[in-house]
């Protein structure tokens, strides 16, 4: 396995537009996890899934995000009618929580998204 | 709400000396992640640390974590330009949740 993968790793909209990031975990992780990330500052949480279910979307989040992990492998993270406080780094990591299992993140090397 | 607090958030260092950067959390929570972010580049893990009084090496780096004082550290002994990277910790919300919580980071630079 070559670790989390995301795409596209950058990409540029304008205002307005909408957009969607493609997350591929480690195929035995049963979590995911997506994270925004802005310059200078640490991973914010967005939202985390247990095989296909949506655990929790933070509530920091605007309707126009969604985030969806059908049948349980790759997760999509899609922004509605973005806006320029939007760009930013979207992070994907997922882990394997079975057991005595230490809930380690790996995560992706990211999608970043600039709004023009 | 879970807040996630580091100090200092920049740390600038000569090589070969030591120094201690914090984390503390509000939660009651017993399980703490150091990551190691190099500018442009992803997370990398550093450290799992999931009980009171826990403590791991690797190399010239050193984490601890008490619960008690819901307080992790971690060490740098010698630092050397390598190092150089941002440091950040995470912790569980609530134990057994596995939804992490990020720090503020902590920007370090090692100066040769």
């Known amino acids: 396995d070559t670790g989390v993968s995301q795409d596209p790793r950058h990409k540029i909209t304008k205002r307005g537009q909408n957009v969607t990031f493609r997350c591929d975990p480690i195929?035995?992780?049963?979590?995911l996890y997506w994270y925004r990330q802005t310059l200078g500052q640490g991973p914010e949480f967005l939202t985390y899934f247990q095989n296909e279910a949506q655990l929790e979307k933070s509530r920091l989040l605007s309707d126009r995000f969604s985030a969806e992990r059908p049948k349980g492998s790759f997760s999509t993270l899609e922004i509605q009618r973005t806006e320029q406080g939007d760009s930013a780094m979207y992070l994907c990591?997922?882990?394997?929580?079975?057991?005595?299992?230490?809930?380690?993140?790996?995560f992706g090397e990211g999608s970043r998204l600039t709004v023009l | 709400e879970l807040k996630v607090e580091q100090n200092p958030l920049f740390l600038s260092m000569q090589e070969g000396k030591n120094y201690t950067i914090y984390c503390n959390y509000s939660?009651?929570?017993?399980?703490l992640y150091w990551y190691r972010q190099d500018p442009g580049k992803s997370l990398e893990s550093l450290f799992v640390?999931?009980?009171?009084?826990a403590v791991k090496q690797e190399g010239r780096l050193m984490a601890s974590l008490d619960t008690k004082a819901r307080l992790s550290t971690l060490h740098i002994t010698a630092a050397v330009h390598d190092l150089s990277a941002t440091y950040f910790c995470a912790v569980d919300v609530t134990s057994g949740t596995y939804k992490y919580i990020f720090g503020t980071g902590t920007r370090l630079k090692v100066l040769a």
């Open positions: 939660t009651t929570s017993d399980r």
């Open positions: 195929s035995e992780h049963n979590r």
């Open positions: 990591a997922s882990s394997l929580v079975v057991g005595r299992s230490t809930g380690e993140l790996f």
């Open positions: 640390l999931l009980s009171n009084g």
